[in-house]
């Protein structure tokens, strides 16, 4: 067992008044297991809870044809284990008053535990075991489905619901970043119990994941609980192959993907191009800019879509990164009359941004995003977080500690460089959801429009060669 | 058999646990100004932040027809301008110095969040006391915010089709008292209410007595407590508002409404009338309702979600209330199924405690959950400003909070027993189903 330690036990982590303008990541220890389990401990004593979160490779990057099939395993997992009855886990579970769920994202799943410390030997003793040894009997596995199938189709009722799944597919195309997460009513039907577990067999493995414990305990004594507990799950042999990591062809032509809502009274719209990685060196940097653009109250987008003209109640700009890549979008709604004025003042937003942001702006973007940088990290719960993220996405602790120095590096020259390089305004990308008989013919300014009903069971475009 | 002795186990550790939590009583420092505000400061220097919490007891209850969303808009309005610092100058101040803010209106109150690095809350004061003293409502302003606020209203509905079951429950619910319109307020208002009406809104209830502010952070109570004084202490109060006289009658039989739309599953709420918050048998009923509907171990869940597969999800909520408060029960269908075999459910699992109450480990459940919750709460700093104003406010002061479990801890299978008879009865109660049939 090769053992790392970054850094140095302490037992209390109190922020002094003269460390105060500074915010460093407090300290923890991390460490591997035989079994390649990367494990991370924090101590963290304001309040008598623990929280934990435990990253798998199981994601929907690996779904394939099965949309759904990753994030109805991980739903599955509290459902019965080979020690506990379905009964037993909720019981345990409500009786301590604590929470044990587990979610599946594009990338990773992430089984999450929260809990009063006296009862952490219960949690515990749950969470190995629907995580090694979940069951997935038939029958609970078809209820399941059955609740996800409804919910699949409510969601057609929300724009919001939907509108990031139509974007993936419209930026993404092949790549596996199209999938989406949820499935399809047509996926979900056809994925068996069975589906689940071999998916599970696969990719629930202790290498290549991640555990954070952050909370009120002993940290030489939680290492010895969580080796106990976690040293006999079996390493899988071989590494899994990453789909994700395949070069992805976003769209380049003028593009606009109109997604009919026939009982629209607004139109929802994305408009976006591509992005970044996660772990792309000008991060902080883009992070500034974006904070200027469309990223709080008084941003560009903000200022000029909400409170100069009143067409919405709120408009913003953001960048979902990936482990491998991402996509830059703007996002808004408005009454269905107002869609073009909206759209083209964002486009006229987008095209001063060029020209670059003066000093004064980004010291104000500066001291924004350094002053409340450190309540994204105040919890038991974005800590662990936190430090599955560092894992998951190869970034370390100098990211919170460096943090103010490189947001101090923004100056009016890098964000020219910034906006040239990650905010170009030609190659834009349309989405909308909205009336489609009012808003067609509008739309084929912007690019080739191609038409979706909402109803429809894909989000998948068709002929979406053309983009 | 082995749950239950682990079970008896569980409950001593958790009583054991409690008293643990580091905030106290005393770590809550009170004061108030000549002017009547009142103030309540935790010092806390987990983090370099601070945050405001400011609780103004107006709401959407406050209104009358011609102005409903009165409250809401006004929340709107007071972002927009006011004599030190002009219009877009609270935002573009507050953001330049590291800090940030939202508000949130109900029926009840209206409050206003700053977040902010504590080495700014001079600032902060100073920016708050300017629109309390000197807000300025412009005329161009005005309009433009009522855009946003209908794109609001017109974005919660394309969004969440439930939002027109909600208003519709609490429209017949409620015949008399003013919790029967919907918070945002309706359309044709938004579109009607006046400069004059919004001044004389802050007239009547922005006086420094009606407020109740919350400073938790990396800050000290001298230096909150001579901020305070030196940027609100001379703010005048003005003369009291008309108490809100209106008082829902007692409802003597029960009320059912439909709505026609075109959703994938039919949508169900059953809403009971239930004491204001903090008063009669208010731990009792917030007990009853987890019992009911929190986690997947609780009696409706296991009826109707996992058992009978009747509807997808359930949940229940109760609004912190000044004044007799609603109980709702929200469900949502599952496909192909009817929602009165899921309405009769329900009432059969209700009915069920009535006669045989519940066991005493399903309410020590319920209690350890509420005590898990509380340490939740009161883990951030945001969530100490919330939780502290909202006992001050509600329950008749902050010291309540710290009673809160003793509370929970005195209630009885007996007290669960009696308030489901009392409380949640059928002639008490209004059924509201949204479905794609409805008789015609």
Not at chain 1, 377 to 397: C, R, V
Not at chain 1, 453 to 462: N, W
Not at chain 2, 188 to 201: R, V
Not at chain 2, 315 to 341: I, Q, R, W, Y
Request: net charge neutral; hydrophobic share 40%; aromatic share 12%.
């Amino acid at each position: 067992m090769k053992k790392i330690t970054l850094s140095i036990i302490i037992t209390c982590v109190c922020i002094t008044a003269s460390a105060q303008q500074k915010f460093q990541l407090p300290k923890y220890t991390t460490f591997r297991l035989a079994n390649g389990l990367t494990v991370n401990l924090m101590e963290q004593k304001e309040v008598p809870l623990i929280s934990v979160a435990l990253s798998l490779p199981a994601a929907t990057i690996h779904d394939g044809l099965q949309a759904g099939l990753s994030e109805l395993t991980a739903a599955s997992l509290v459902s019965g284990s080979k020690n506990f009855t379905k009964d037993q886990i909720q019981d345990k579970i409500d009786f301590a008053g604590a929470t044990l769920n587990a979610y599946s994202s594009q990338e990773f799943t992430r089984v999450y535990a929260r809990f009063s410390a006296k009862t952490q030997d219960i949690i515990f003793g749950l969470l190995k075991d629907i995580v090694i040894n979940p069951t997935f009997e038939e029958k609970e596995f078809e209820k399941l489905k059955t609740r996800k199938k409804a919910s699949l189709e409510v969601a057609k009722q929300s724009p919001f619901s939907v509108i990031n799944y139509y974007w993936n597919a419209m930026m993404y195309a092949n790549h596996v970043y199209s999938n989406p997460s949820s499935g399809l009513i047509s996926t979900v039907n056809a994925i068996t119990a069975d589906d689940a577990k071999k998916f599970h067999e696969k990719y629930y493995r202790p290498n290549g994941s991640v555990i954070a414990i952050v909370g009120d305990f002993n940290t030489a004594e939680m290492k010895a609980k969580i080796t106990g507990l976690f040293g006999e799950w079996k390493k899988a042999s071989g590494t899994i192959p990453n789909p994700a990591a395949e070069p992805v062809k976003m769209p380049e032509g003028a593009n606009v993907l109109l997604v009919n809502k026939g009982d629209a009274r607004e139109t929802t719209f994305y408009i976006g191009a591509k992005g970044i990685a996660k772990n792309n060196a000008d991060r902080v940097a883009i992070e500034v800019v974006n904070t200027v653009f469309g990223d709080r109250f008084t941003s560009w987008l903000n200022d000029e879509l909400r409170v100069n003209s009143g067409l919405t109640y709120g408009a913003m700009s953001r960048f979902d990164a990936n482990k491998y890549t991402g996509t830059f979008k703007i996002l808004s709604f408005t009454a269905t009359k107002t869609t073009f004025q909206t759209i083209d003042k964002a486009l006229e937003v987008m095209n001063r941004l060029q020209k670059g942001i003066d000093d004064t702006t980004l010291q104000s973007a500066r001291n924004y995003v350094v002053g409340l940088f450190p309540t994204d990290f105040e919890t038991s719960g974005q800590l662990a977080a936190l430090l599955n993220d560092m894992f998951i996405y190869g970034y370390d602790a100098a990211y919170i500690n460096d943090f103010e120095k490189n947001v101090s590096q923004v100056t009016p020259a890098k964000a020219k460089e910034i906006i040239a390089k990650y905010f170009a305004k030609d190659k834009l990308q349309f989405l909308l959801i909205g009336k489609a008989d009012e808003i067609r013919e509008g739309a084929k300014k912007y690019g080739i429009v191609i038409e979706k009903e909402i109803k429809e069971d894909s989000y998948e475009v068709k002929g979406k060669k053309t983009f | 058999m082995q749950i239950k002795k682990w079970g008896i186990a569980m409950l001593m550790t958790i009583v054991l646990s409690k008293g643990y939590s580091q905030l106290k009583p005393e770590d809550v420092k009170t004061f108030t100004l000549p002017n009547q505000m009142k103030f309540l400061v935790v010092e806390d220097f987990s983090i370099p932040n601070a945050n405001m919490y400011l609780f103004w007891k107006v709401g959407s209850r406050n209104e009358y027809p011609g102005i409903t969303g009165l409250s809401h808009f006004f929340e709107h309005m007071m972002f927009n301008g006011s004599k030190k610092y002009g219009p877009k100058q609270f935002d573009k101040t507050m953001e330049f110095n590291g800090g940030a803010n939202n508000a949130y209106t109900n029926q009840n109150v209206t409050v206003y969040t700053d977040w902010f690095p504590a080495k700014a809350m001079e600032t902060i004061f100073d920016l708050e006391a300017d629109r309390i003293r000197d807000l300025a409502i412009d005329t161009q302003m005005v309009e433009s915010e009522r855009g946003v606020v209908a794109s609001e209203k017109s974005t919660g509905l394309e969004n969440e089709p439930k939002t027109e079951l909600w208003e519709l429950l609490f429209a017949t619910a409620y015949t008399t008292h003013s919790y029967r319109w919907p918070v945002i307020g309706y359309f044709e208002d938004i579109k009607n209410w006046s400069k004059d009406d919004l001044q004389s809104y802050f007239n009547t209830y922005y006086s420094p007595d009606n407020c109740v502010v919350v400073v938790s952070g990396a800050v000290k109570f001298d230096q909150v407590k001579a901020i305070a004084e030196k940027y609100m202490g001379s703010i005048p109060k003005n003369k009291p508002p008309k108490p809100m006289n209106l008082i829902e009658p007692e409802q003597k039989g029960e009320r059912r409404v439909f709505v026609k739309k075109d959703v994938p599953t039919f949508n169900l709420m059953i809403g009971y009338h239930v004491p204001p918050t903090g008063k009669a048998d208010y731990y009792a009923l917030d007990l009853l309702d987890a019992i009911l509907t929190n986690g997947r171990t609780s009696r409706l869940y296991k009826a109707v979600v996992d058992s009978l597969q009747l509807a997808t999800e359930i949940s229940s909520f109760t609004e912190n209330s000044f004044d007799a408060a609603l109980m709702v029960v929200d469900a949502t269908g599952a496909k192909d199924k009817d929602p009165l075999l899921l309405e009769k459910t329900i009432s059969d699992q209700i009915e069920k405690i009535k006669t045989e109450g519940v066991t005493a480990e399903e309410l020590q459940k319920v209690k350890n959950q509420k005590l898990i919750t509380f340490y939740g709460q009161i883990e951030t700093i945001n969530g100490k400003s919330n939780n502290l104003g909202i006992y001050e406010v509600f329950f008749g002061g902050y010291k309540k909070m710290f009673d809160a479990p003793q509370e929970y801890e005195k209630v009885t299978i007996d007290d669960i027993k009696r308030v489901a008879k009392t409380y949640l009865k059928k002639s008490n109660r209004t059924v509201a189903i949204m479905s794609p049939q409805v008789e015609d």
